[in-house]
């Protein structure tokens, strides 16, 4: 069974960055692609970026321009830098990942982002 843990969330202040990382418990270059998501309370879960492939990836309108999605081979983790945090970024983070024979999900970090 595959598993996905995450790691880096906590308490930032507005305007600060954090850096999630997402380790899996085997390749990750063997995956077809993988996904951070979150979930503010009382909202629906949301896409926030994605990494496709060796080098292919994509975020969301909200945070283009602000968050990094990247692989680190040597920790064997795929990491969502995240900079020039908003208040509206507060959410539990997941890390998804997904292979030619199921979706995986991790249990979620959370980031509060408030002074």
């Known amino acids: 069974q595959v598993q996905l843990v995450e790691s880096g969330g906590g308490l930032v202040q507005p305007g600060g960055s954090l850096r999630l990382s997402c380790a899996a418990s085997k390749n990750i270059f063997s995956f077809t692609s993988m996904a951070w998501f979150r979930q503010a309370p009382g909202k629906q879960r949301e896409l926030v970026a994605t990494?496709?492939?060796?080098?292919?990836?994509n975020s969301s309108d909200r945070v283009r321009g602000r968050f990094i999605i990247f692989a680190d081979g040597a920790k064997n983790t795929v990491d969502l830098q995240m900079n020039n945090l908003e208040p509206e970024d507060t959410a539990v983070y997941y890390c998804?990942?997904?292979?030619?024979?199921?979706?995986?999900w991790g249990q979620g970090t959370q980031v509060t982002v408030s002074s």
């Open positions: 998804s990942a997904r292979d030619w024979a199921n979706d995986y």
């Open positions: 990494r496709f492939g060796p080098s292919l990836v």
